[in-house]
């Protein structure tokens, strides 16, 4: 099993920054792909960023390409997503996933462990 918190989450105006920050237990994180997702009110959970096992290979949702940056730190077990120029409907709860194997996927059901959000919300 695998144990996921995240945190960083908070209120922010549009333009600001944010970095969230996913912290594993249970199992090192070495051999997992790491997703981080989003879901708005009234709104499925969305794909976010990627990032696989070795951090080599990331993958991106068109709607953060070049504001958002997903790294992690094995060492610390633990992966980050930094948040720059942020906008109104990157409102949502943001959540941190882990898929057993080396590949990046932007598919909720290919992961097998969520923690349970952090709260985002970017003023206008």
């Known amino acids: 099993q695998v144990q996921l918190v995240e945190s960083g989450g908070g209120l922010v105006q549009a333009g600001g920054s944010l970095r969230l920050s996913c912290a594993a237990s249970g199992r090192t994180l070495r051999k997992y792909a790491m997703g981080w997702f989003r879901q708005a009110p009234r709104k499925g959970r969305e794909f976010v960023a990627a990032v696989s096992w070795n951090g080599r290979t990331t993958r991106y949702a068109d709607a953060v390409k070049g504001r958002f940056t997903l790294s992690r730190d094995n060492a610390k077990n633990t992966v980050y997503l930094q948040m720059n120029s942020l906008k109104p409907e990157d409102t949502a709860v943001y959540y941190c996933?882990?898929?057993?194997?080396?590949?990046?996927?932007?598919?909720?059901?290919?992961?097998?462990?969520w923690g349970q959000g952090t709260q985002v919300t970017v003023s206008s």
């Open positions: 996933a882990a898929r057993g194997g080396p590949t990046v996927s932007g598919s909720v059901g290919d992961y097998d462990y």
